[in-house]
């Protein structure tokens, strides 16, 4: 049986975004969605009064978005499930079971405890399975999917998830790879040998071949490469994917959550989200020694 699609539904505008978005991808895929939402009573006693009452408004949360999804994909099979702990938990639990997981992105601001757009992060950070970060509004137009990389080999796995989604989807794919130049302070002490000229050819081969091999798997994908020479990562994958219907970004994060551990870049991107992005793992490649 194929994996489902898992959706964190918290009764927000993200949430109900990223519902839309998941039902999309399920009845194109055809496969089969879980709503889950979590009521985190680990701070609560067993007798304690209002204890019934979070759990019934959390399965009638649930029962109004299975509604809302016969509603809008008659033919997607949609279950839901109400789990205790915290959301990044749950999700983390079900994610070894799930094809991707799909939450909503929120405002920057505090509510429920704590700014929701971390929330997003502490699932992204959690999880083993590929993560999709919905924003509340997408541009009708949009189009294309948009993917980082950074010249090590783990980035090819990213490169591999969004050509398979491109493809998929009919869209053109564009690989990016950004960095940003160093201080004028510090490129005035380097020596005038070509140095600068040679990493930046260094970069473009890493880009050309980041998209080796991809004409003969997906004969049919267009594909465009973008060499950001003077910029940060993450500001160039959010400029360059405004008006994309996806970006793509590896991480090897796992566990808490940490710029270090999911990544300064997909970090950043989330936090000023441009699009639908999904944040896919990236494995470390081992090589035998010599």
Known sequence: MSKPIVVGVNGSAGSAAALTWALQ??????????LIHAVDDRWMSPDFQYHELIRQSGME???EAQASAVAQAPDVKVEIQLRHGSGGSVLREVSNEASIVVVGAHDKHWMDGGPLTDRALQIVSATECPVAVIPQKRGSVAKGVVVGVDGSEESLQAVAFAAAEADRGGDELTVVLAFKSPARWVESKLPTSGLAESIMEEDRIVLAESGAG??????????HQRLESDTEPAKALVNIASE???????????????RTVLGSTAH????????????TRVHK????KE
């Open 61 to 63: 949360m649930l029962e």
């Open 285 to 288: 490649v081992k090589h035998d």
């Open 244 to 258: 994309a219907r996806l970006l793509v970004i590896g991480s090897r994060g796992r566990g808490g959550v940490s």
């Open 25 to 34: 991808r399920a009845a194109r895929l055809k496969l089969p969605v879980i």
């Open 268 to 279: 950043a991107v989330l936090l000023n989200l441009p699009c639908a992005t999904i944040v």
């Open 214 to 223: 991809l004409g003969e798997k997906y004969p049919d994908l267009m594909v």
